[in-house]
């Protein structure tokens, strides 16, 4: 008789573990999984457990905080119904509501993308760059909508489908006073764990804009500025900020 197959939600209660931590064993590839969909994955208990015998591992965690909302699912969030002036996200399986971007917000965000598609062109053409609303599904409970984003040439099968089902190579968020506690930890959290490689912060308070590359699963700061932003990484690049702020 085959043995039924669990989904992340149901395997965590088993184990006594927070959905964060299976999705984090998933994409550590610490646990066998079977891949039902894309970003969709069920798993054999009994496998399950002989895997983190045979690792020697502590199937232990952290108390996690206690959750009074439900968790919210991919499938949950595809029955969302639109609502004009709102962007929905689900980051960790809480669905999260933020109003319309301003024009400031808006201008940033068109003139950097400007900046960004014509460097991506000459250095991988066939590569492209995205903005917000699009999108970009990084696990079965976390779906983001960055502001801009860049697909590598080397990933171009990724666009063949109707959203992005991978990480991305680059993804910059434009912060506000009043978005800025979710696109600096929340965020940040969720694109560190997915492996986007890249993450750059435009402030509109300060009008900086900070880079950040994942090193060691970990995100460290190694470029900022005010006036003219330039990263090791992509050389050649340059952007006079007084160019991107109106």
Known sequence: MERQLLTAQELAAK???????????TRQKRIPYVEVGLRQYRYDLDAVLAAMQVRNSKVSEEPAEYRTEPVVTYQDYLKIPEEPGVRHEVIDGVLTKDPSPIVLHQRVSS??????????KSVDPEGEVF??????????????????????????????QDYIFIAPKLVVEIISPSSARKDRLLKMKVYRDAGVEHYWLVDLESRIIEAYVLRNSNYVRIAGADDVFTHPDFPGLEIAVMDIFP
């Not at 699009?134 to 079965?140: A, C, E, G, R």
Request: aromatic letters at 12%; zero cysteines; proline letters at 4%.
């Open 131 to 160: 903005d917000a609303p699009l999108d970009v599904v990084l696990s079965d409970i976390t779906v983001v909508q960055p502001d801009l984003f860049y697909i590598a040439g080397k990933d171009k099968s990724a666009l063949e």
């Open 111 to 120: 003139r950097l993308q400007e900046k960004l598609r014509a460097y991506f």
């Open 15 to 25: 184990l006594n573990l927070s959905v964060e931590t299976i999705w984090r064993y």
